[in-house]
């Protein structure tokens, strides 16, 4: 087992610290008339009946996603407006609509109070999580897919060599090659800190120590350099101005160390930062692209666990904040080391406190820099193979500019004790498939339109579908939010949202069943079943139409008004629990209670109506006579049919 050079380093520094870190793991359409059926727009029916005044949660939300769907946002606002009014209990995802429909007509602080009572209103979900951090939330980070190909980086020694920073073009990483004093815990020398140039062909040149400033007799590792170049800090024991400092146990713990870059290109004005003591360890720094953050790793007091990561702020003037524990959220009670921000502030960390694949894992807090700003709650993912394996992975870095990455390792086949791995930063991508179809005959629909969009709502990619009614998308980045539409003429468009959970590159299946639109009515057509009505229900032992009622009753109202030659019978039934004669004389004062609404609120010539009352001789279910049946059991019989007798 190989002995941890750097753990060695920050832990105790005692000979009892020398044993390596544990392993651990389209609405413009024409009427047409196809063979004397004919074909009623479901939204024409609903606006209907909503002009007329008539108020609920399923006639709003219809309307509102009709024109949604149908990208008409004034339309689709105004309808999702009315839906908000009622302020009734909702789904959640109707904010969301509303607010995206305000959005596009630039409507934008309405649009922000429904999507923050979104937010408010549902759990585990990205995009309230974005906007509880920013309403100009940053987009989901591209991750590398599992299948990277990993590099052994030419330059590794027999050696420690770990950690990574790029300046000047130059790479900068710390290694115990060098011939001089060894440390006296595991023989080998002390670390330093070294350079090596990369040539436009790949190969890499001129490798040489980094500073003879910055380097002592003693350890020197991790360095973070400023945005600007101006500035760095490093890793170094606790040695200044030639003198080496112990704690009161003999201990030479690590510090923390800033230095400029002078006239002459070269670093100077080295010193210790000012929260550094000799009772306590602080290393490995990272500053953030803004150059106003720096992180680090420390077990100063109130330390959580054997070390934390802690945030400074960097002043304008050059000068350290007070260090801020980066709390439980994080840190545990074991090792938390190595960070590492990127430019869209992703953090990286390294630990053996959460159950990892073994040994010290790399871990990831998106957005971790607006999360932390905002005071939300971090969600700590671990970033799984093939960085991450059974033994030591640490010091991460990236650049998403050149979509280089790096990390370290003390994996089998490495040239020595922790060697340095390249990667290539790519895009995690999916594949989605699925089919579209009728939802109730499920015919394949063939030419049915199927858009991928983005969390967003900005179109990713779109298909037309064959005669095999199959659609393919290849785009999806892992795990990301996703919409899928589909859409076909007749018939109502559906959509769906998709989450790629998962990291590694799979086959996502998602099928897009359909529902008419446009339906077909003809003599012998119950327009009950044909426009999906809610049950119209009655008092118990009562005749009179209820509020509820009226509305189902206005959408047969609409159809009547539309083909003025159609004639129908109300035909209405009870359940079982009554008299055969009782329930047959209630039935026929219900289908006559009907008739009336139809004729006098709705306006319909009575010559156009019968009715007809069956009570209980048409049941549907089993319950019948003596027959035990639930009260849900017993509503399906009490049900009115409106069958279309002559068109």
Known sequence: ???????????????????????????????????????????????????????????????????????????????????????????????????????????????????????????????????????????????????????????????????????????????????????????????????????????????????????????????????????????????????????????????LYAAKKGADATWEAIKSVHFNDKSYSVAHPTINSKGDKLIFASDMPGTLGQSDLYVVDINSDGTLGTPINLGASINT?????????????????????????GGLDIYRIHDFETNFKNDQSFSVENIGKPINSPNDDFAY????????????????????????????????TQKLAGKVFDEKSNELLTGAKVMLLNNDGEIVAEQVVDDTAIYNFETLRCDSQYLVRASKDSYETSEKRIVSTSKRKEQLQLDMPLVMEEVVILEGTNLKDAFNLNPIYFDLNKSNIRPDAAIELQKIVAVLNKYPTMKIEVRSHTDSRASRAYNKALSTKRSNATIDYLVEVGNINADRLSGKGYGESELINKCSDGVRCSKEEHQLNRRSDFIIVKM
């Not at 380093?9 to 009427?31: H, P, V």
């Not at 890499?204 to 350099?225: G, M, P, Q, R």
């Not at 074991?334 to 694949?357: C, H, M, R, V």
């Open 1 to 255: 087992m190989k002995i941890k050079l750097y753990n060695i380093l920050f832990t105790f520094l005692t000979i009892i610290a020398i044993n390596s870190y544990a392993q651990k793991g389209t609405l413009n359409r024409a009427t047409q008339d196809y063979n004397n059926f004919s074909y009623v727009k479901t939204t024409e029916i609903l606006l209907d009946v909503a002009n007329k005044g008539f108020k609920s949660v399923e006639l709003f939300q219809k309307l509102g996603n009709s024109f949604y769907f149908n990208n008409k946002m004034e339309d689709a606002a105004k309808w999702y407006g009315e839906l908000m009014k009622l302020e009734e209990n909702i789904d959640p995802e109707y904010y969301y609509r509303y607010a995206q429909a305000l959005k596009s007509i630039q409507n934008y602080s309405e649009s922000d109070k429904w999507i923050q009572k979104f937010a408010e209103s549902i759990e585990n979900d990205n995009r309230a999580n974005i906007f509880k951090t920013s309403r100009n939330y940053l987009k989901e980070i591209e991750l590398q897919s599992e299948d990277i190909e990993l590099v052994n980086l030419p330059f590794n020694s027999p050696q420690s060599d770990f950690g990574t920073a790029i300046y000047a073009s130059e790479f900068v990483f710390a290694s115990s090659r060098g011939a001089g004093k060894n440390y006296i815990w595991n023989n080998k020398p002390f670390l330093e800190l070294y350079s090596i140039s990369r040539a436009d062909d790949g190969t890499f040149e001129n490798l040489k120590k980094f500073n003879d400033v910055i380097n002592t007799k003693y350890h020197e590792s991790s360095v973070a350099f400023t945005p600007d170049g101006k500035s760095m800090y490093f890793t170094r024991n606790n040695f200044f101005k030639s003198r080496l400092k112990r704690d009161d146990e003999g201990v030479n713990r690590l510090q």
């Open 333 to 357: 009670e074991a090792q938390e080391t190595f960070p590492f921000i990127n430019e869209k502030g992703d953090l990286y960390f390294s630990s053996n406190g959460y159950t990892g694949l």
């Open 397 to 428: 870095y990236e650049n998403l500019n050149t979509k280089e990455g790096y990390f370290s390792s003390n994996r089998a086949g490495g040239q020595g004790d922790d060697d340095i791995y390249s990667f290539r930063v790519t895009d995690c």
